[in-house]
Antibody, heavy 122, light 113 residues
């Protein structure tokens, strides 16, 4: 069964870079047909998709965040990472790593990691 | 971008009664070549990640109770819980996966009356 787990610092200061890692178990980042990505949720608010990437390097970004987002992938450890630079308090959120199928088989985001709260505060 | 609008924002329903949540997309999410609507519904309980309930507008994910059903096509969709149980208290989100940026509705909070 595919499982995802986020890890990373929980507290950042404004202007720093948010760096989170998602460890994948029960599946491979190199599997065709699956995208891997990130979604965030500010406390008490709704869901915002950030980015999704495919094993061939295809990456889709939310235009609202694209200029600050970098994705990296390590297939040898089955992990992928999110970097979000120049954070502000508006970036305070629970960050989830997710997987989803691609193309006409797209069903929605499943599974989700448990989420990790990142707080940006001076 | 696809703007997803849910109604109502909150809903209180008696146990055993029907709950209905609506979702409207600013653009059609119907892919004509395969006649599938790329619309998903999620349930989120406090402190938990969202859980995929329904995809392609009306297909229940494995393990989801059959009291949950989805309907609609094009731009208007509905999630129905036929007989509300206490464990259904949650926030429900619709989401389009027709195209990027993937977008969610603002959420509907479902409570017991």
């Amino acid at each position: 069964q595919l499982q995802l787990q986020e890890s990373g610092p929980g507290l950042l200061k404004p202007s720093q870079t948010l760096s989170l890692t998602c460890t994948v178990s029960g599946g491979s980042l190199s599997n065709s047909g699956f995208y891997w990505g990130w979604i965030r949720q500010p406390p008490g608010m709704g869901l915002e998709w950030i980015v999704s990437f495919y094993y061939d390097g295809t990456t889709h970004y939310n235009p609202s965040l694209k200029s600050r987002v970098t994705m990296s992938v390590d297939t040898s450890t089955n992990r992928f990472s999110l970097n979000l630079n120049s954070v502000t308090a508006a970036d305070t959120a629970v960050y989830y790593c997710v997987s989803h199928r691609s193309g006409t088989y797209a069903k929605g985001f499943d599974p989700w990691g448990q989420g990790t709260l990142v707080t940006v505060s001076s | 971008d696809f703007v997803m609008t849910q109604s109502p924002d909150s809903l209180a329903v008696s146990l055993g009664e029907r709950a209905t949540i609506n979702c409207k997309s600013s653009q059609s999410v119907l892919y004509n070549s395969n006649n599938k609507n790329y619309l998903a519904w999620y349930q989120q309980k406090p402190g938990q990640p969202p859980k995929l309930l329904i995809y392609w507008a009306s297909t229940r994910e494995s393990g989801v109770p059959d009291r949950f059903s989805g309907s609609g096509s094009g731009t208007e969709f509905t999630l129905t819980i036929s007989s509300l149980q206490a464990e259904d208290v949650a926030v429900y989100y619709c989401q389009q996966n027709y195209g990027t940026p993937y977008t969610f509705g603002q959420g509907t909070k479902l409570e017991i009356k």
